[in-house]
C-alpha cells in the first residue's frame, strides 16, 4: 500500500506532505460532525464547506499528476492540458476565503459556543484550502520554472494569482464556477469581456479582484520563502553531515 501511495505521489516527501493535508482535512471534517452536538445543529450549515474543500482538492490531484508526468520527461501536450484542467480549477482553493461572509449571518455573543466553533470551522476549510491550493501552485510553478525559467515561472505564478482573485469575485459575487466553462461558456464569456472592457464601469469588479489578488500573493510569497528557506537548511545539514562522514572514514 505504502509503494502505491509513493508511486502517486512521486516520492515520500509528497507522500508526506499529501498526508499531513490529508490530516488537517480530516479534522475540517470531523468539526463539521461535531457540530451535530450543539443545539439546533445542522449538516446543511457547512455543505457549502465540504463541497468547496473537494473543489480546492482536484487543482492539487491534477497538480501531482501534471508534475510526475514533467519528473518523467511525460509529453509535453498531455502536461499542457493538465495544465488548463488545473487552472480552470485552481480559483476553488482560495475561493474558500470569501467563505467568511457567512459568519456575518449569525448574531455574535460572546458566551456562545457555537458561534465561535462556527468561526473556527470556517478558518480551518480555509487554511486547508489555501495550503492544499498553494502545494498545487508550488508544483506548477517548479514545473514552469524548470522548463521556461525562473522569471517566466514568478510572471506565471503571479498571472494565476491575479486571475485567482478575478475567479473570487465571478464566484462570490457573480456566482459563476469552474463548471460553467462548459455549461455557459458563451455567457460566461461575455460577463469577463464586459468587465475587461469596461473596467471603470465595473469599479468594484476590480477592487475586489486586486484586494484578494494582493493577499494571496502576500501569502504564497511567504509560504515559498519559507520553502525555499527550509531547502537551504536541510542542504547545509547535508553538506556537513557528508563532510563528517567523509572525515570519518578518512
Not at 484586494?211 to 528557506?229: C, E, K, P, Q, T
Amino acid at each position: 500500500m505504502n509503494k502505491f501511495l509513493i508511486q502517486i505521489t512521486g516520492n515520500r516527501r509528497r507522500l508526506i506532505v499529501c498526508g499531513l493535508l490529508g490530516v488537517l482535512s480530516g479534522f475540517c471534517l470531523l468539526l463539521v460532525c461535531s457540530q451535530f452536538l450543539l443545539p439546533n445543529g445542522s449538516f446543511l450549515h457547512y455543505r457549502f464547506l465540504l463541497w468547496n474543500l473537494f473543489l480546492a482538492w482536484i487543482p492539487f490531484g491534477v497538480a501531482l499528476v501534471a508534475y510526475e508526468q514533467h519528473r518523467r520527461g511525460g509529453d509535453r501536450l498531455l502536461i499542457g492540458v493538465l495544465g488548463l484542467l488545473w487552472l480552470l480549477f485552481f480559483p476553488n482553493a482560495p475561493y474558500i476565503i470569501s467563505d467568511f461572509v457567512h459568519l456575518g449571518k449569525r448574531t455574535y455573543s460572546p458566551d456562545e459556543f457555537q458561534y465561535w466553533h462556527y468561526l473556527v470551522t470556517i478558518t480551518s476549510f480555509a487554511w486547508t484550502a489555501l495550503l492544499v491550493g498553494f502545494g498545487s501552485l508550488y508544483l506548477m510553478q517548479t514545473i514552469m520554472r524548470e522548463r521556461t525559467g525562473r522569471k517566466m515561472a514568478w510572471l506565471f505564478t503571479l498571472f494565476v494569482l491575479f486571475m485567482s482573485g478575478f475567479g473570487i469575485y465571478l464566484g462570490r459575487f457573480q456566482r459563476w464556477n469552474s463548471w460553467d466553462v462548459l455549461r455557459k461558456p458563451e455567457a460566461l464569456a461575455l460577463d469577463i469581456v464586459d468587465r475587461m472592457l469596461h473596467p471603470f464601469a465595473h469599479y468594484e469588479t476590480w477592487g475586489i479582484t486586486f484586494l484578494f489578488a494582493g493577499l494571496l500573493i502576500f501569502l504564497y510569497v511567504v509560504m515559498y520563502s519559507f520553502l525555499i528557506l527550509v531547502k537551504e537548511r536541510s542542504s547545509d545539514s547535508e553538506k556537513v553531515e557528508q563532510q563528517l562522514l567523509t572525515t570519518h572514514q578518512g
